[in-house]
C-alpha cells in the first residue's frame, strides 16, 4: 500500500555534505514514524534518524550534531542533511515508514525504499 522512493545519495569527499530526500506514496491515511536506516558493507542495518508525526526525533549518537532529519507530514515526504560526512558514513542509506494508518482499522509496519548508496571517500 506505502511505496518509499529515495534519492539524493552519491559520491562525496569526507567533511562534505548530502541530502537525502524520501517520498512515500500509494493508499494510505497516515504515517506516524519516517526516518533513516542505512547498512554498511557485512554490517547489520542500523538506525540513523527518524522522526514521529508529533515531533519527536531520535539519532544515532554518531550523527548528532552532524545529521539533520526533517518532515513534511503533508507531503509525507523526509529528508535526511548531512554535514561533516566521515568515511564511516558510507553505507546504503534506507527511508523506512512505520506506524501506517492504511484506513480505520487497517495497520502496516515497517515498509522500506529500496535504499541509496552513500560514498565518503577522498
Known amino acids: 500500500q506505502v511505496h518509499l522512493v529515495e534519492s539524493g545519495g552519491g559520491l562525496v569527499q569526507p567533511g562534505g555534505s548530502l541530502r537525502l530526500s524520501c517520498a512515500a506514496s500509494?493508499?494510505?491515511?497516515?504515517?506516524?514514524?519516517m526516518g533513516w536506516f542505512r547498512q554498511a558493507p557485512g554490517k547489520q542495518r542500523e538506525l540513523v534518524a527518524t522522526?514521529?508525526?508529533?515531533?519527536?526525533?531520535n539519532y544515532r549518537d554518531s550523527v548528532k550534531g552532524r545529521f539533520t532529519i526533517s518532515r513534511d507530514i503533508t507531503e509525507n515526504t523526509v529528508s535526511l542533511q548531512m554535514n561533516s560526512l566521515k568515511p564511516e558514513d558510507t553505507a546504503i542509506y534506507y527511508c523506512?515508514?512505520?506506524?501506517?494508518?492504511?484506513?480505520?482499522?487497517?495497520?502496516?509496519?515497517?515498509?522500506w525504499g529500496q535504499g541509496t548508496l552513500v560514498t565518503v571517500s577522498s
Open positions: 523506512n515508514a512505520n506506524g501506517i494508518t492504511v484506513s480505520r482499522g487497517n495497520y502496516e509496519q515497517d515498509k
Open positions: 500509494g493508499e494510505f491515511f497516515s504515517i506516524y514514524t
Open positions: 522522526q514521529t508525526s508529533d515531533g519527536f526525533t
